[in-house]
C-alpha cells in the first residue's frame, strides 16, 4: 500500500501560536509517572465511596470501597485503555492479569517493557470461569473492565452478587456513578456523540477511586490541550469537510464494516469530516465513494491491501492514494487506549494533510504543548 508522509517542522511562528492558543488550558501541576512504585496521593475525604455499577449481563450493583485498592497482584484488568491506565499512573504492581488487551497500543518506550512482563490470562476479550475462579484462589479481589461483557462467559454471568460474597469487586469503567459525585457514567458503546469532558469523566472516577486524582486531572489537562489545538484548526479550516470510512473487518458475509462508539464519533466530529459508518457491500462502499478509507492494520479478515482490491480500483480514495492503515484508531469502545489525543492527532492528519498538527504525545511531565518536534503520518 502506498505510503503517504506528511512531514512538517513547527516554525517559530507556530511554536508562538501554539502556546498563545493553549495557555487558557495550562496546567500547574505537574505529573511524575512511575512503572514501577504505586501513587500515594490518596484523598482520604473521598473515602468510604460509595459506586453504582451498571452492567449489562447483570443489572446494578452497589459498592462500598473503604480505601483504594492497595493489594498488590490483585486487579484483574480487561481491555486495552485499563491496562494503560494502571500501568501509566505507576499501579502496574496491582495487576494479577489482563484479559483482552493490546500489548502494542498507545504506550511506547518506558511503558512497554513494563506491559510485556505483564501476566496475560487471555487474549480473548472474556474471562473463563476457570480462569476467573483460579485468579480468585490466588488473591485476586478486584475486576476493572471498560468491557461491560468482561464475565459473561463465566457462572457469574448473571451474579454479580457471587463475586461480592467471595470478596471480589467488579468496577466497569463506562458504567458506573459515584454516589453523591459530579461525575456521570457514560454508555461508551454508544454511537451518540458526548463531549470530550463527558469522555475524561471516566478517567476523573478512576483517578479518585484509586486515589491519584491530581495526577490524573493533569494528564486530562495536557491531553486536552492537543485536542484543543485541533478543533481550533478545524473551526479555522473552511474547507468541505471530506468523507472517511474506517474499515475495521471483511465479514464472512462479504460486508466490510467497523464496530461504532461514541469515541470515534467524537474524534471525527473534532477534526471535521463526515463519518461514514456501517457495514458495506461491495456496491455500497462505490456508491458511497469515500474520500479517505482508514484501515485496521492485521482487522479481521482483511488479507489484501484494500487499495489493491480491484473491485475498489474506481474509488476516489484509491484514485487519491488516501487509503491508509492505522493500528491505534478507536476501533472499538475500549480499545483506543489511554493517550487518546495522539489517535485524533493520526486521524487529524490523515484527513487534513495540510494542517501542522502537534507531535504524538508520551508523557504528562508538561503541559505544555512542544512545537519543536517533526510529525510525522504515514499511511499504506
Known sequence: MKLNKLNKIF??????????????????????TSTTTTATTTTASN?????????????????????PPSKPKSVIVDGTDMMEFMVYFGLSNLIYGVVGANTTNSLTGQYQATINSLNFITDSSFISTEDLLNAINDGANFILTSN????????????????????????????????????????Y????????????????????????????????????????YVQARANADTSPAPS??????????????????????????TCKC?????????????????????????????????????????LNAVKNNTVYTSTTIPWTSNSAGLLVANSLVEIAGYIHPDWLLPPATTSTTTSTITTTSTTTATGQ
Open 148 to 187: 461491560p461483557s468482561a464475565v459473561r462467559e463465566t457462572i457469574f454471568t448473571n451474579d454479580m452478587a457471587g463475586l461480592n460474597k467471595l470478596g471480589v469487586s467488579y468496577y466497569y469503567s463506562f458504567g458506573s456513578t459515584f454516589v453523591g459525585s459530579q461525575y456521570a457514567s457514560l454508555n
Open 47 to 67: 473515602f468510604p465511596l460509595t459506586v453504582n455499577t451498571s452492567y449489562v449481563y447483570g443489572g446494578n450493583i452497589t459498592q462500598t470501597y473503604t480505601a
Open 11 to 32: 516554525s517559530v511562528t507556530l511554536a508562538i501560536l501554539i502556546l498563545t492558543l493553549t495557555c487558557a488550558c495550562t496546567s500547574t501541576k505537574s505529573t511524575t
Open 244 to 269: 472517511v470510512m474506517f474499515i475495521y473487518y471483511a465479514g464472512p458475509s462479504g460486508l466490510y464494516g467497523s464496530y461504532d462508539n461514541g469515541l470515534m464519533e467524537l474524534m471525527c466530529e
Open 189 to 228: 458503546t454508544s454511537t451518540a456523540t458526548y463531549s470530550w469532558p463527558e469522555f475524561f469523566a471516566v478517567y476523573q472516577q478512576l483517578g479518585i477511586l484509586f486515589g491519584i486524582e491530581d495526577k490524573v486531572d493533569a494528564f486530562i489537562a495536557q491531553q486536552m490541550q492537543v485536542i484543543n
Open 274 to 314: 463526515n463519518y461514514l459508518h456501517g457495514n458495506w457491500s461491495n456496491e455500497t462502499i462505490l456508491n458511497l465513494n469515500p474520500d479517505i478509507i482508514i484501515c485496521r492494520a492485521g482487522g479481521a479478515g482483511l488479507t489484501q491491501p484494500f487499495d489493491q482490491i480491484p473491485a475498489f480500483a474506481s
